[in-house]
């Protein structure tokens, strides 16, 4: 059953704030196979210019998803998340995200279509630090495959 | 911020190093304990291939992790990617033989944009099939 277009534009609250520590870091560089020592040194973080260590570039995912499961399991959207799959990934980034930061997220739903039975739906993620500073948004498709005929 | 590659220095179709990611069973239950993904499809065979799945499948997250690094380990600064998108075309179907699967990344400049920054067109590849497309990062240079 296609979705409720009403929902197209609606946003959630904002998440409590997650805290982005360096040991996180570190087990997600080490989870990715990935040696870079601004993930998991200090100094070298701060030769490049940043505060403190940084996370990679995909590491903000983890946070944005679990955020846009507030939106996947809102009951009244009724989407079949059994069936979902992840269709397109995209981030942008004002600045990378870096230990110390209390991120929040913001869900919006930019878009929701109906395609041979599939239901697409496209969440947009915007990622501010505890000043307020806007630091990453992240956009996330995700396609709850059509059910078989019974 | 302090990328050790200079914008003067790349043209359109200037080729990044090409790398291989090896992904193993054991990288996918550390993967998941690490992004808190813990859907079944990639560490359980038995669910996998109920749902219709060849086998246990990796994170697409896990290969968008690893494709980015051609870029990364490029301008060795991290934090100089401004943009980045892929879209997960086909999985990453994970053996549970001891060897696991190979992803395969390559990249090239695909634009010069303004403000030093290019558009790197990336490619990821796994047992012949390709498994990103549409991959796009955009990276701030000296």
Redesign the interface.
Known sequence: MALDQSFVGRSYPPTDPYEVGRE?IR??A?????T?P??TDPEAAK????ADV?A???FV??IT??AAGEVVQDPQLGLDYSRV?????????K??VRAGDRLTVTSTIEAIKSLAGNDILDIRGDVHDETGEHVVTA?TKLVARAAEKA | ??AKISYDDVEVGTELPAQS?GVTRA?LV??A?????FNPIHWNERFAKEVGLPDVIAH???T???A??VV??WT????A????????TKPVVVPDDGTGATIEVTAKIGAKLDDHTVRVDLTAMSAGQKVLG?SRAVVRLA
């Open positions: 996180k087990e997600f080490e989870a990715v196979g990935d870079n601004a993930y030769a490049l210019g940043y940084i990679p570039p995909t995912f983890s998803f679990k799959v992840h269709g397109d990934q995209k981030f942008a980034h600045r990378p956009w | 911020m302090t990611f990288d550390r993967y304990g690490a992004s808190g993904d697409g997250m896990f968008m992790a690893e980015i690094r990364t380990d060795g600064d991290p934090g990617v401004v943009e980045y998108g892929v879209r997960f549409m």
